[in-house]
């Protein structure tokens, strides 16, 4: 098994997932310091997705491939099409060659909706037209929102204020990592070609507010941005900063004005979540 993009939040809840059911495994990274993060028992391989020889051999022995490779958090200045289109082309070409049986990727719930629009989401899905067009049989996750961009609203209570855009009633059930890797991998052993979900519990995005208060005990401080607002300035943003800038936004606004539901799976609770997070166990 590979793991593409193993050293953020997913990535490394699909490591030990593939490690618990007694799976060898190879992660993917780019930077050879990496390596030292993982378990001795992994197989680490260092290359540059945006250099397609430098991944000679990253799929030699493997049967199945987990991407999870995307720019959330912008780093380095590179376009999405460049990793999420085109660093995931790369790895799916090497294991076209190499007849990998199954490819699993991650992409976003509503992909198809919101490609139009949202400039990283419209890379992700230009890769899995690639995917579905591929000989290689594949299968596409769309989650909802992670844990681990759920603790912005924390670091908001921190500091004593969670703003929230529009009226706050836009839905979610967020996806822990762990239980959504085991969905990944659930999926990689089944048929099935394209996979929504979500977590255990629905939230507004103000009942969200209202946990990372909780859980930070902060006295209750929920101010709202209106829609307008916040979608003029995605407007004025994408015509006037380049993509690194702007496209952060452009998606974190897309998904906050959206419902973003799906069928839930998995039994982490983003409350406990929120506790263990205060009390620095995760
Ligand atoms: N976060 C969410 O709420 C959410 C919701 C739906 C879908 N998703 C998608 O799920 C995937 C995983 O998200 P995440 O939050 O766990 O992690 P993430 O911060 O999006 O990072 C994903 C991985 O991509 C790798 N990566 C980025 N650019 C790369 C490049 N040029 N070459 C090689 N590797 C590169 C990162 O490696 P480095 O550590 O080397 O940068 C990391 O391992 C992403 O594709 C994301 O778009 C996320």
């Given at each position: ?8 939040y997913?990535?490394r809840?699909l ?9 060898r ?7 050879p310091q ?5 378990a ?15 991944l000679?051999?990253?799929?030699e022995?493997?049967d ?7 720019i959330?958090r912008?780093r380095d ?10 660093g995931n082309l790369?790895?799916?070409r ?7 049986t199954?490819?699993?990727y ?5 992909g198809?909706d ?6 990283l989401?419209?890379?992700k899905?230009?890769f ?7 000989p290689v ?6 989650p ?5 961009d759920?603790?912005q ?11 929230v ?13 762990r239980d ?16 929504e979900?979500?977590?255990p ?7 969200i507010?209202r946990?990372?208060l909780?859980a930070?005990?902060t ?15 995605v ?15 452009q998606f974190?606004?897309?998904v906050l ?10 039994s982490?609770?983003?409350a406990d979540?929120?506790?263990e ?6």
């Amino acid at each position: 098994m590979l793991v593409a993009g193993a050293t953020v939040y997913l990535g490394r809840h699909l490591v030990a997932d593939l490690l618990d059911r007694g799976w060898r495994v190879r992660v993917f990274v780019r930077r050879p310091q990496q390596a030292t993060t993982f378990a001795p028992e992994v197989d680490v391989f260092v290359g540059q997705v945006t250099d397609p020889p430098t991944l000679a051999g990253v799929i030699e022995g493997i049967d199945t491939v987990f991407s999870t490779i995307g720019i959330t958090r912008q780093r380095d200045r590179l376009r999405y099409v460049d990793a999420d289109y085109g660093g995931n082309l790369a790895l799916l070409r090497a294991a076209e060659a190499a007849n990998v049986t199954r490819f699993v990727y991650i992409s976003v719930l509503h992909g198809q909706d919101l490609r139009a629009t949202v400039r990283l989401v419209a890379a992700k899905e230009r890769f899995v037209d690639a995917l579905s067009a591929s000989p290689v049989s594949s299968v596409v996750v769309r989650p909802t929102g992670y844990f681990s961009d759920m603790e912005q609203f924390m670091t908001m209570a921190r500091r004593g204020t969670v703003y929230v855009i529009g009226d706050g009633r836009r839905i979610m059930n967020p996806n822990s990592g762990r239980d959504l890797a085991t969905v990944c991998v659930d999926a990689s052993l089944s048929p099935a070609t394209d996979v929504e979900v979500g977590g255990p519990d629905f939230f507004s995005h103000e009942e969200i507010a209202r946990a990372a208060l909780t859980a930070a005990r902060t006295a209750p401080r929920i101010r709202h941005i209106p829609r307008a607002l916040a979608v003029t300035l995605v407007r004025v943003l994408t015509r006037s900063t380049p993509e690194h800038v702007y496209g952060p936004i452009q998606f974190l606004v897309a998904v906050l004005t959206t419902d973003m539901t799906a069928p839930a799976a998995g039994s982490d609770h983003l409350a406990d979540h929120f506790s263990e997070t205060t009390r620095g166990v995760t």
